[in-house]
Every structure is written in C-alpha cells, then in structure tokens.
C-alpha cells in the first residue's frame, strides 16, 4: 500500500510513519508533505498514493486548500489535534479522522477500516453516515505539554506551567510562570488552534496568554484595552481593536 503524509511537524510525520509501518509492514510512504503548496505541487505531479494522512492546519493555511487546488479522489485520514473540522473533513474524500497523539490501535483500525472500504465497489452514503457517527463521540483534544530543545539537552513543559507565547522576528517564545523565555517550533496561528480557547485567547498578533496570567486590565481608550501580565513584559501590550467583543466574552465565560 502506497501511503503519502502531509504534515509540517517533522516528528510528528516521523512518528507517524513509524506507527504505520508497525501496521502493516508493505506500507511505503511516497512522500512527506509539509506544507498546502508542496502537496498540490506532488499530487499534480505523481501518480496518487492509495491513502493519504493529512494534518489540518499547516503552516501555508487549512490542508483543505488543496482539494480546491488539484482534483485527488485519494480516501484520507485526518491526524489532527482537535475536532473542529470533523464534518468538514468527511466531506472531502475523509474515511477517518485520528486525534493526536496517534494511537496505535487507533490507526490499527483506520487501516483495516480503509482495506475493508477499498475491496468494496466504493462508500455508499450509509457507510459514510456511520463513519462520521462512530468519530463524533471523541472529546477534543488540545496540547498538554511542549517539547523544548535548548543546546544538547532536550526537555518538556507541561500545558500548565505556561504563562503566555509570543512573537518576536519571527520567532516564537513560550513564557513559564516562573518568567524562563523559551523558543517553540509553532507559529501563532497554530498555537491558537491547538490551545484549549478556555484557558488561552490570542490578544493581538504577538501574544496568546492565559487566563491566569492576567495581572490587571486597564481601559485605554472605549475600544482598547491594556493587559498587564505575570511575569511581567518588556513593553506595554494591549488588546487589538478586532479582539476587544471577543477578548470580553472570553473573560465573561
């Protein structure tokens, strides 16, 4: 079976591979896509693979962009951190739609899901009625811990102990409660997506904070608003005009 993967985190489409091949060892992955643009420029261009594993959130836009980009009847499992896109990811060739972190028998079952499928004439509307079905009972999922590499030594920070992200030159830092300036390999775009919203709320372009690290909130102006944090920024930060409703709601939730 002739498999393609389309994922921006390289371990994650790593560990992915791995977990397929202990599937079924006659897997072959024919490429690892990282990106919208890179997977419409493959699929125009090679013959397409049996089955497609395709993370939502990439770093270009949505994965969905490339059924509007190249015609693929290829049958996907979707391998994502989160549902919000459940119903539209059965409308686009979708057979089964994994949660991260990958289980192992899980993926066991969308594999044995796709065989049974694919000796078939095709998915009638019933059987895709029960796919969806037998997927709408899972709980979202959302981060829990980061992976930090710092030098030689490597190292995780648990969902709770972090205070805020932020965007600087294009780079992106997670703050601890305790105040240590750490890099991740996510943009913010991402992290908004991956965040529980409960807990998290992205304030303007630069910041995602969490709740609990709200110091004070001052009225700057009758659309703005001025956000104290602990530990404390370097420069004053405010809440976008776009967000003030939004980031209000929140608050009130």
């Known amino acids: 079976m002739k498999v393609a993967i389309i994922e921006d985190e390289s371990l994650a489409a ?5 977990l397929l091949i202990k599937c079924d060892n006659s897997i072959t992955v024919e490429a690892v896509l990282p990106s919208v643009k890179e997977s419409v420029k ?8 049996d089955l497609l594993f395709m993370d939502i959130h990439l770093d270009d836009g949505q994965s969905f962009a490339i059924f509007d980009q190249v015609e ?7 391998t994502t951190a989160y549902d919000d896109y459940m119903i539209k990811a059965f409308k686009v060739n979708s057979i089964d739609y994994l949660l ?36 709408l009972h899972k709980e979202p999922t959302y981060k829990s811990r980061f ?24 780079l992106t830092f997670l703050v601890t409660k305790e105040g240590q300036r750490l890099p991740v390999d996510y943009t913010l775009e991402k992290l908004s997506n991956i965040l529980d919203p409960k807990h998290f ?9 969490h709740l609990r690290s709200i110091n004070s909130i001052h009225k700057y102006s009758p659309t703005r608003l001025k956000v104290e944090l602990q530990p404390a920024t370097l420069k004053e930060i405010f809440v976008s005009i776009e967000k003030y409703t939004a980031f209000k709601e929140w608050l009130d939730a």
């Open 14 to 18: 790593k560990r992915l591979a791995s």
């Open 42 to 49: 493959w699929l125009s261009t090679h013959p397409q693979p």
């Open 72 to 78: 693929c009847f290829t049958p996907v499992v979707f």
């Open 100 to 135: 991260k972190p990958i289980n192992q028998d899980e993926l066991q079952a969308s594999i044995t899901k796709f065989k049974k499928l694919n000796s078939t004439a095709g998915i009638s509307s019933d059987s895709l009625k029960q796919l969806l079905n037998a997927t």
């Open 147 to 170: 992976l930090i590499t710092q030098g030689s030594k490597i190292r995780t920070i648990d969902i709770a102990d972090v205070a805020y992200f932020y965007s600087e030159e294009k």
């Open 201 to 209: 709320f992205r304030i303007n372009r630069q910041f995602i904070i």
